[in-house]
């Protein structure tokens, strides 16, 4: 980017202020961690869930974009691209999650495990080392893709090169996979393993889906931003807003189907060990948050995407992801935190802060990397398409 470019200038009083915001939350949560170390640990996970799923959530659109093509994901390229390289940040955030293992899952505790012979059958996989093990493997292997993601998509913009457009797409397929894997067992590891007497065979979908919505509000939300003030608003046309739009439509109901498909099959088998997950989150005030989520993470956005006027005004399909992005976090708010005792729904200081902090460490690091590269892939085939488009 040039360095008089307003949209840079932008970009660096956003990275400021995010470091900044992000850097005295943290300080907060660090008080907080020593006089409340449980919750604070809860908190945490529950941030770390949320803002590594948009992480995550990058690698999935972005190793489909290269597989399926498509103008809407020429212009999220570079936010999803940047949003890859923020997860050395991610392995590195995982760590006090390491730390607190036996503040946040009961198998960690031998007394515990002793008390049930379900958990003593799952020791040979739910154990701390083999947890920490895992854990290292995913990110190794997250960080190998992004890496080789990132390097030929920065080579094809010095060179037309086409066979850096096949090594993308030859790397997507493979890459997708390994996606779908390794988050399967990062969700059954981090969060089904928080209750670990309870199991869902489409819990892993739903968490994956989750992942995509978020990055998905979060790109179209800042597409806005970098519109208004770069090249870029010359060439996003209503088209291709509509289809960011229907995408997002499109993941908004696959959350509901999989979130209702999970909900029917518990329910109607109403077997102790499956539906108790439920039951927690119905009772004590859990319940007007899953009314809530019924209402804004499906209801009032599915309505909203069906009109055309909504996908194709880039300010209120902006609003309307932003919006979409909160809720997201009281949807991770909803799924954590009823797996600890707490005597029902109320709220502490940290599930607020800790969110902050680490939100305003992990926007300052994607924005550093998004001014890192030029906004348009260059030499991309999809580029000539797009300014024909637009023309």
């Not at 590891?189 to 892993?204: A, G, K, Q, Y």
């Not at 739903?206 to 800042?222: E, N, R």
């Not at 009109?307 to 902006?318: H, P, Q």
Request: glycine residues 6%.
């Amino acid at each position: 980017m040039n360095h008089s470019d307003p949209l840079l200038k932008q970009l660096d009083r956003i990275q400021h202020r995010s470091l900044l915001v992000g850097i005295v939350a943290a300080v907060a949560c660090a008080a907080g961690a020593v006089y409340t170390p449980q919750q604070f640990f809860r908190s945490y996970l529950m941030a770390y869930l949320f803002w590594s799923g948009i992480s995550l959530g990058c690698f999935a659109l972005v190793m489909l974009h290269h597989l399926v093509g498509g103008g809407w994901g020429f212009l999220i390229r570079r936010m999803l691209e940047s949003g890859t390289r923020t997860m050395p940040l991610m392995a590195l955030f995982v760590v006090p999650v390491l730390l607190g293992l036996r503040y946040l899952y009961v198998w960690t505790h031998p007394g515990a495990v002793a008390a049930d012979r379900l958990l003593e059958h799952k020791q040979i996989y739910l154990n701390v080392p083999f947890f920490v093990a895992r854990t290292a493997a995913y990110f190794a292997l997250w960080i190998l893709l992004a890496y080789f993601l990132n390097k030929w998509s920065s080579r094809q913009d010095r060179s037309d090169d086409p066979a850096l457009r096949r090594r993308l797409n030859n790397l997507s397929g493979p890459g997708l996979v390994l996606y779908g894997l390794t988050v399967t067992l990062a969700s059954l590891d981090w969060v089904m393993s928080l209750e670990p007497d309870w199991f869902s065979t489409i819990f892993s979908a739903l968490f994956m889906i989750g992942q995509v919505l978020s990055t998905l509000a979060f790109v179209i939300a800042l597409l806005m931003l970098v519109a208004s003030r770069s090249s870029l608003s010359e060439i996003l046309s209503s088209r291709y807003m509509n289809d960011l739009g229907n995408l997002l439509l499109t993941f908004v109901m696959l959350w509901a189907y999989m979130a209702f498909s999970q909900f029917l099959i518990i329910w109607s088998g109403n077997l102790p060990d499956e539906i108790t997950w439920y039951l927690d989150r119905m009772k004590g005030g859990w319940e007007w948050i899953a009314v809530l989520l019924i209402v804004f993470h499906f209801a009032v956005p599915f309505l909203l995407l069906l009109f055309r006027g909504v996908k194709r005004r880039i300010r209120v399909l902006s609003a309307l992801a932003a919006a979409m992005l909160v809720v997201r976090l009281v949807d991770m708010f909803w799924t954590v935190e009823p797996a600890f005792d707490r005597g029902g729904l109320r709220f502490h200081w940290l599930d607020w802060v800790v969110p902050v902090a680490m939100g305003g460490i992990w926007i300052a690091v994607f924005v550093w990397q998004l001014k890192r590269r030029p906004l348009l892939p260059l030499h991309d085939p999809l580029l000539r398409e797009v300014l024909e488009q637009s023309a």
